[in-house]
């Protein structure tokens, strides 16, 4: 069953989503997620098959106007689990450029833990298997996620600049503007003799302890991030 938090009322409408889990204790541990056994419920009811090939089952309820809420590792032959959900929104806000004005027409990723970015061509970004998790900016560079389950992040990028921020921060009125990219030099030696041809990664991790990593490959992200001459470097994203 599936009821608001605070008026005990049943949801008329929502969805719950089934997936597995190697924790028995932590909910927001890697979840595989098995789209074909999610169900949508009505009048704060739902029925789901669990899975049988798996020690730990974990459901998660999801209704609009609300956050997304999961249950714990179910034990194996429970049969009922209730939802109590509360009212809440995704990150919305307004994207600005390194000028400062609203950009209109850029890509923006919404990611939570255990998901993975990358970086492409010219400042691109794509998301791994979540295409629900990408919009693209308005005419006057609004954009807007549905929540997710436990903290998020919001990542942007473009040939100009890149910025990332907690979802919790973002409430509609504010605004994240992108920073303009930064080159790296230096050089890379052995026994004081410089290293030519080498390739290079660079990981941005996020800050204050964030969720997600983005890692820019050498051998898949031009320009290349590779050692000239006598191992000096010149990287630019």
Same mark, same amino acid.
């Given at each position: ?107 923006? /990723?919404?990611? %939570?833990? &255990? ?7 010219? !400042?691109?970004?794509? $998301?791994?298997? @979540? =295409?629900?998790?990408?919009? /693209?900016?308005? %005419?006057? &560079? ?7 389950? !436990?903290?998020?992040? $919001?990542?942007? @990028? =473009? ?79």
């Amino acid at each position: 069953k599936a009821v608001d938090a605070e008026t005990g009322e049943p949801l008329p409408r929502f969805r719950v989503s089934v997936g597995r889990t190697q924790s028995a204790t932590d909910p927001a541990f890697f979840v595989s997620w098995l789209k074909r056994r999610g169900a949508d419920g009505t009048e704060g009811r739902y029925v789901v098959e669990l899975p049988r090939s798996t020690k730990f089952a974990v459901l998660e309820a999801e209704a609009e106007g609300y956050l997304p809420v999961r249950s714990e590792a179910l034990k194996p032959g429970q049969t009922n689990h209730g939802f109590r959900m509360t009212r809440g929104n995704g990150p919305s806000g307004v994207v600005l450029g390194v000028d400062g004005r609203p950009a209109a027409g850029v890509a923006v /990723v919404h990611l %939570g833990s &255990g998901q993975q970015a990358g970086l492409q061509h010219h !400042g691109a970004m794509s $998301v791994y298997n @979540a =295409t629900k998790d990408q919009s /693209v900016t308005d %005419g006057l &560079g609004h954009f807007k996620f549905s929540p997710k389950y !436990g903290p998020s992040e $919001v990542w942007i @990028a =473009t040939e100009e600049g890149f910025a990332w921020k907690a979802a919790k921060d973002l409430t509609g009125t504010n605004g994240i503007q992108l920073e303009r990219w930064a080159s790296v030099h230096g050089r890379i030696v052995r026994d004081r003799q410089g290293i030519p041809d080498e390739p290079i990664e660079i990981r941005f991790e996020g800050r204050d302890g964030g969720l997600v990593s983005l890692d820019i490959d050498a051998h898949h992200a031009p320009p290349p991030l590779v050692a000239h001459g006598e191992g000096r470097l010149v990287a630019c994203p």
